[in-house]
């Protein structure tokens, strides 16, 4: 059980995401693009700075755009144009960098919400170009829309076929309005309804969920793992408690003293405002490491869930909520097999490994009355999760 340890790490890397996505903001804020640099862009290093710079595929993009917006071409000629000049991209890329305002000096970023930055980078073309693409665009029946959330295919660049390894994409039938997904590797023709689909990825986190008689023993593990990580949270928590209890009784103590007339009421309203002043202080931040605590103590109760709801959640979840879902169990993605029409998965975080092998170990065991069986703690998993003792 001391693997349950494992576990964490996952919060833990959570933790530094977080940090990470922090750092990542501010850059972005001060106008520095945090990604490999965009089709058109290459970087260098001068006395420790990057400094941008437009490359021959940015100069010929910059043509691009005047195209669109000037010479009112479509989306595939100007794709046709470009190969031939030396710079091929699939339809889906152009379409991007086409709708993409870094090309005109801003930037836009899932870290930035809904802001829009100035970048540090040298604009391809100006803003006023840029809008008359976008408008060109709008009413060219020959723009490509791609609808990145839709969950309706929510496995889609999460499914690797088997056969070439490459990452699956969704699309819609719409003489049968149904969604499949299909690999992009051409000739390889491996697709899957994505119903069917669905359903066997169902069936593959099923393997993972916790059962029910294992609930008990894993989550006494994480309770138990829980207060070693945060011993210092609980030892902030009751010094602030001891510290509370001194003030009350200096309190106390002060009333008492005025009550009995030792000190004057000029001197009692000095110092009871003083003590007052610091339990309020005390107070405050016990109040923050007990929110702390709480908050701390949910995070078993929400993993329980989720080891023993992977089916329910995910089916029942938004795209977003999906993604997380199937990025947290599967951190490598799944590979669909068309031949033998299953699916399998490179790597399973650890603590679903864990929790899916003591379920399967730990059962309530049918024992004769009075044998020796019988009086064992349903709770003690057989070898194979630790070394069997003599």
Same mark, same amino acid.
């Given at each position: 059980?001391?693997?349950?340890?494992?576990?964490? !790490?996952?919060?833990?890397?959570?933790?530094? #995401?977080?940090?990470?996505?922090?750092?990542?903001?501010?850059?972005?804020?001060?106008?520095?693009?945090?990604?490999?640099? *965009?089709?058109?862009?290459?970087? #260098?290093?001068?006395?420790?700075?990057?400094?941008?710079?437009?490359?021959?595929?940015?100069?010929?993009?910059?043509?691009?755009?005047?195209?669109?917006?000037?010479?009112?071409?479509?989306?595939?000629?100007?794709?046709?144009?470009?190969?031939?000049?030396?710079?091929?991209?699939?339809?889906?890329?152009?379409?991007?960098?086409?709708?993409?305002?870094?090309?005109?000096?801003?930037?836009?970023?899932?870290?930035?919400?809904?802001?829009?930055?100035?970048?540090?980078?040298?604009?391809?073309? !100006?803003?006023?170009? %840029?809008?008359?693409?976008?408008?060109?665009?709008?009413?060219?029946?020959?723009?490509?829309?791609?609808?990145?959330?839709?969950?309706?295919? *929510?496995?889609?660049? %999460?499914?690797?076929?088997?056969?070439?390894?490459?990452?699956?994409?969704?699309?819609?039938?719409?003489?049968?309005?149904?969604?499949?997904?299909?690999?992009?590797?051409?000739?390889?023709?491996?697709?899957? !309804?994505?119903?069917?689909?669905?359903?066997?990825?169902?069936?593959?986190?099923?393997?993972?969920?916790?059962?029910?008689?294992?609930?008990?023993?894993?989550?006494?593990?994480?309770?138990?793992?829980?207060?070693?990580?945060?011993?210092?949270?609980?030892?902030?928590?009751?010094?602030?408690?001891?510290?509370?209890?001194?003030?009350?009784r200096k309190i106390d103590r002060l009333e008492e003293r005025f009550l009995f007339e030792e000190i004057s009421e000029a001197q009692y309203r000095k110092f009871v405002g003083k003590l007052n002043a610091e339990r309020e202080e005390i107070e405050r931040h016990l109040g923050i490491a007990t929110r702390k605590i709480s908050n701390l103590e949910s995070f078993v109760e929400k993993?329980?869930?989720?080891?023993?709801?992977?089916?329910?959640?995910?089916?029942?979840?938004? %795209?977003?909520?999906?993604?997380?879902?199937?990025?947290?169990? %599967?951190?490598?993605?799944?590979?669909? !097999?068309?031949?033998?029409?299953?699916?399998?998965?490179?790597?399973?975080?650890?603590?679903f490994v864990l929790t899916a092998q003591i379920s399967r170990n730990i059962a309530p065991q049918k024992a004769k009355p009075g044998s020796k069986s019988a009086s064992r703690s349903n709770w003690v998993g057989p070898a194979g999760l630790e070394p069997a003792t003599t």
């Amino acid at each position: 059980m001391e693997n349950i340890h494992l576990a964490f !790490s996952h919060f833990d890397n959570q933790q530094r #995401r977080q940090k990470t996505l922090a750092g990542q903001r501010e850059a972005l804020m001060k106008g520095r693009w945090i990604g490999r640099e *965009p089709t058109g862009y290459h970087t #260098r290093i001068i006395n420790g700075k990057k400094e941008w710079l437009i490359n021959k595929d940015g100069k010929l993009l910059r043509k691009a755009f005047y195209k669109i917006a000037a010479d009112r071409l479509s989306c595939e000629e100007v794709r046709q144009w470009l190969a031939a000049n030396g710079l091929a991209l699939y339809k889906q890329k152009l379409h991007w960098i086409l709708n993409n305002p870094f090309y005109c000096g801003v930037m836009v970023h899932a870290a930035l919400g809904d802001q829009v930055v100035e970048g540090e980078h040298p604009p391809i073309i !100006s803003k006023d170009l %840029f809008r008359q693409v976008q408008e060109v665009l709008k009413g060219n029946s020959h723009g490509y829309k791609i609808k990145v959330k839709n969950n309706n295919a *929510p496995l889609k660049r %999460f499914v690797h076929c088997e056969q070439c390894g490459e990452k699956m994409t969704g699309y819609l039938v719409k003489a049968k309005d149904l969604w499949y997904y299909k690999c992009r590797t051409k000739g390889c023709c491996d697709n899957k !309804s994505a119903k069917k689909l669905h359903e066997l990825f169902r069936q593959e986190l099923k393997r993972f969920a916790l059962s029910e008689n294992a609930v008990a023993p894993v989550e006494y593990e994480l309770n138990a793992v829980f207060y070693e990580i945060n011993a210092s949270r609980f030892d902030e928590a009751e010094g602030l408690q001891a510290q509370l209890k001194e003030i009350e009784r200096k309190i106390d103590r002060l009333e008492e003293r005025f009550l009995f007339e030792e000190i004057s009421e000029a001197q009692y309203r000095k110092f009871v405002g003083k003590l007052n002043a610091e339990r309020e202080e005390i107070e405050r931040h016990l109040g923050i490491a007990t929110r702390k605590i709480s908050n701390l103590e949910s995070f078993v109760e929400k993993a329980i869930k989720i080891c023993r709801n992977l089916g329910v959640l995910w089916e029942n979840g938004d %795209f977003d909520d999906r993604q997380m879902l199937q990025d947290l169990v %599967f951190p490598e993605g799944i590979y669909y !097999s068309k031949k033998n029409d299953r699916v399998r998965t490179s790597r399973v975080n650890s603590i679903f490994v864990l929790t899916a092998q003591i379920s399967r170990n730990i059962a309530p065991q049918k024992a004769k009355p009075g044998s020796k069986s019988a009086s064992r703690s349903n709770w003690v998993g057989p070898a194979g999760l630790e070394p069997a003792t003599t």
